[in-house]
């Protein structure tokens, strides 16, 4: 199976977590902040990937070292669970609905990370959780996976349903690129190697 488990401790925040992509039964979400908690989960069901992610951040002060740090830590968790890459479709796209909103989530495995992000809230604030840190985890998490991730919410109203979509849309979306397709033979590049 492609596992991988890591501890990271920062003066800022200190993160158990551990994914499974070829097992999504197990997913434990604790961060400390709920709206985060709900979309991580969401990520990861949707995406069909075990994620157990245990979280003491300073949110006495805000929530965005907690969300940032997560996001670092999920994309190298992904980036070490992928291996070598071989026979992965690499892409992946997915339109998700939420409601009157719609976003969509392109990606590409590709080692080459970026972030493209074009999405506006109307709500600063969702409990605990800063609405502008959903970009701010995103480019965490595309850096540190290699991923080159464009995200759009199309249309939409309500802040909750947009971030919702996101989440589920990166999560089938990943797990397009990252399931293991017999018709790929080798890594799926023509320089026959994805760092």
């Known amino acids: 199976m492609r596992t991988a488990t890591k501890k990271r401790e920062t003066f800022e925040t200190k993160?158990?977590?551990s994914v499974?992509?070829?097992?999504?039964?197990?997913?434990?979400?604790?961060?400390?902040v709920g709206f985060f908690d709900h979309m991580l989960d969401l990520f990861a069901r949707h995406g069909r990937i075990g994620i157990e992610v245990d979280v003491d951040g300073d949110l006495h002060i805000d929530s965005h070292h907690t969300v940032e740090d997560v996001g670092i830590v999920l994309g190298q968790l992904i980036r070490e669970a992928l291996?070598?890459?071989?026979?992965?479709?690499r892409y992946g796209t997915s339109y998700v609905p939420m409601d009157e909103s719609l976003s969509r989530v392109v990606l590409d495995i590709s080692g080459r990370p970026f972030l493209v992000f074009q999405a506006e809230f109307n709500?600063?604030?969702?409990?605990?959780?800063?609405t502008e840190l959903v970009q701010e985890?995103?480019?965490?998490?595309?850096?540190?996976?290699g991923i080159t991730l464009h995200?759009?919410?199309?249309?939409?109203?309500?802040?909750?349903?947009k971030i919702e979509s996101i989440f589920k849309a990166?999560?089938?979306a990943l797990r397009e690129a990252i399931t293991k397709n017999p018709e790929i033979k080798g890594v799926n590049s023509t320089k026959g190697l994805i760092e």
Do not use: C, M, R, W
Request: glycine fraction near 12%; aromatic fraction near 10%.
């Open 123 to 130: 709500n600063p604030k969702l409990g605990n959780f800063d």
């Open 83 to 89: 291996g070598d890459k071989i026979g992965i479709n």
């Open 151 to 161: 995200v759009d919410v199309l249309y939409g109203e309500n802040t909750h349903h």
């Open 137 to 145: 985890f995103l480019q965490a998490f595309a850096f540190q996976a």
């Open 15 to 17: 993160i158990q977590a």
């Open 20 to 32: 499974n992509l070829d097992d999504g039964s197990i997913v434990k979400i604790n961060t400390g």
């Open 170 to 172: 990166l999560g089938k």
